[in-house]
């Protein structure tokens, strides 16, 4: 079966430190793979999405994430973490059948050290 | 300015009542979803829609229903609410395009107690 696997629930970096939130996902052909990140009380707010092409995607707020087949990964990175940035991050991939449904993982919590 | 509301964000009811969560979008958007959200977890897919008259269950079964009379609306019922449906529910809606995946927008979410 379909799923995501991100293997850190709890990550505590300091401001201005380097990022890296790792992602694995199961699924059989070319996945669709997105990263959202989810303030307190809020939504969640996409920060990049892979399709195809590029293994190496940009995505809003300084983020980045790198596709890998090889390993099944898509882990996100962030050169220099800023305050703001301390909230839940969720990695997604497209459920089989192409019928726009996504599945979750189960979060990493940022806690971001001044 | 093109969004997704939920209301109400938050409450807290009574174990037996019948409570309706709304969900509106101003994006014009044929796909909708609701996702249920426990606390520190991830997210589960409990109906979704492909346009008005049309609703699926999701993945996680759920004593909710859900209906889609207009593209912008997706309410989401519980006839008899309990403690067990303690949790956030989170409203999404994405566009039908050429790609089979596109970006879910996400609501606020609502965050229900049942006592």
């Known amino acids: 079966a379909q799923s995501v696997t991100q293997p850190d629930i709890h990550i505590t970096v300091s401001e201005g430190a380097s990022l890296e939130l790792r992602c694995n996902y199961s699924y059989g052909a070319t996945p669709y793979l997105f990263w959202y990140v989810q303030s307190p009380g809020q939504g969640l707010q996409l920060l990049l999405k892979?399709?195809?092409?590029?293994?190496l995607v940009q995505g809003i707020k300084g983020f980045e994430a790198e596709f890998k087949r090889s390993q099944s990964s898509f882990n996100l990175r962030k050169p220099s973490v800023h305050w703001s940035d301390a909230a839940e991050y969720f990695c997604?991939?497209?459920?089989?059948?192409?019928?726009?449904?996504?599945?979750f993982g189960q979060g990493t919590t940022l806690q971001v050290k001044p | 300015e093109a969004d997704i509301y939920q209301t109400p964000r938050y409450l807290v009811i009574g174990t037996g009542k019948k409570i309706t969560l709304e969900c509106s979008q101003t994006m014009g958007h044929d796909k909708m979803y609701w996702y249920q959200q426990d606390p520190g977890m991830e997210l589960h897919l409990i109906h979704y829609?492909?346009?008005?008259?049309?609703?699926e269950k999701g993945d996680l079964s759920s004593e909710s229903t859900v209906s889609r009379i207009r593209t912008e609306h997706f309410p989401l019922t519980l006839e008899s609410a309990r403690p067990s449906h303690t949790s956030q529910y989170l409203c999404?809606?994405?566009?039908?395009?050429?790609?089979?995946?596109?970006?879910?927008?996400f609501g606020p979410g609502t965050r229900l107690t049942v006592l």
């Open positions: 829609s492909y346009g008005v008259n049309s609703t």
């Open positions: 999404a809606s994405s566009l039908e395009g050429l790609a089979p995946y596109n970006e879910q927008f």
């Open positions: 892979y399709f195809s092409g590029d293994t």
């Open positions: 997604a991939v497209g459920a089989r059948g192409n019928t726009g449904k996504l599945i």
